[in-house]
T-cell receptor, first 112, second 113 residues
Framework: ETGVTQTPRHLVMGMTNKKSLKCEQH?????MYWYKQSAKKPLELMFV???????ENNSVPSRFSPECPNSSHLFLHLHTLQPEDSALYLC???????????FGSGTRLTVV | KQEVTQIPAALSVPEGENLVLNCSFT??????LQWFRQDPGKGLTSLLL?????REQTSGRLNASLDKSSGRSTLYIAASQPGDSATYLC????????????FGKGTRLSVIA
């Protein structure tokens, strides 16, 4: 474990389902991130939360909805996804700009 | 816009060989540079973090260098082992803009026993 825990590790969902991904960190970090990793593409930043406020939304479709109830928890709510949304979704956290990122193990999402 | 390039995209070496992975970035205005390792289907494991004021960092058989003015970093792996087989990702943290951490596409390393 890296200090950032993601659940579930694997998720298969239909296009009409609603599901949520969860991320938790107890490293004392004040920023949390969602990244998407598709095959043969660089990691894509989706959302950034700093001090529980969303500071970045990188043109992500509204079928992805993030939630950050406190500085230790981050959720990604999913609804009416498309097959092309199948990917590895990674959560990360950091402290300030001088620090590195700590990543979770990811959730492998398959949309059928 | 900051762009990160990693060369080569894939590398296969025999066990025991020393090797160098390359990373270049287009804008020298960075806070730090971080090297990660990723095993297939898994998350990213941080290997080394180099602050913008530093020239290199070492951890065990790994040594990472940073030349900020030329926009380059290298990851040196000594005495490679089959367990080193993974994808290695380079990322720079930028002080402004919409993308705090910018990644390269990675180098996929295979160490053959």
């Amino acid at each position: 474990e890296t200090g950032v825990t993601q659940t579930p590790r694997h998720l298969v969902m239909g296009m009409t389902n609603k599901k949520s991904l969860k991320c938790e960190q107890h490293l004392g970090h004040n920023a949390m991130y969602w990244y998407k990793q598709s095959a043969k593409k660089p990691l894509e930043l989706m959302f950034v939360y700093s001090l529980e406020e969303r500071v970045e939304n990188n043109s992500v479709p509204s079928r992805f909805s993030p939630e950050c109830p406190n500085s230790s928890h981050l959720f990604l709510h999913l609804h009416t996804l498309q097959p092309e949304d199948s990917a590895l979704y990674l959560c990360a956290s950091s402290r300030d700009y001088g620090d590195g990122y700590t990543f979770g193990s990811g959730t492998r999402l398959t949309v059928v | 816009k900051q762009e990160v390039t990693q060369i080569p995209a894939a590398l296969s070496v025999p066990e025991g060989e020393n090797l160098v992975l390359n990373c270049s970035f287009t804008d020298s205005a960075i806070y730090n540079l971080q090297w990660f390792r990723q095993d297939p289907g898994k998350g990213l494991t941080s290997l080394l973090l180099i602050q913008s004021s530093q020239r290199e960092q070492t951890s065990g058989r790994l040594n990472a260098s940073l030349d900020k003015s030329s926009g380059r970093s290298t990851l040196y792996i000594a005495a490679s082992q089959p367990g080193d087989s993974a994808t290695y990702l380079c990322a720079v943290r930028i002080p402004s803009g919409n993308t705090p951490l910018v990644f390269g596409k990675g180098t996929r390393l295979s160490v053959i026993a």
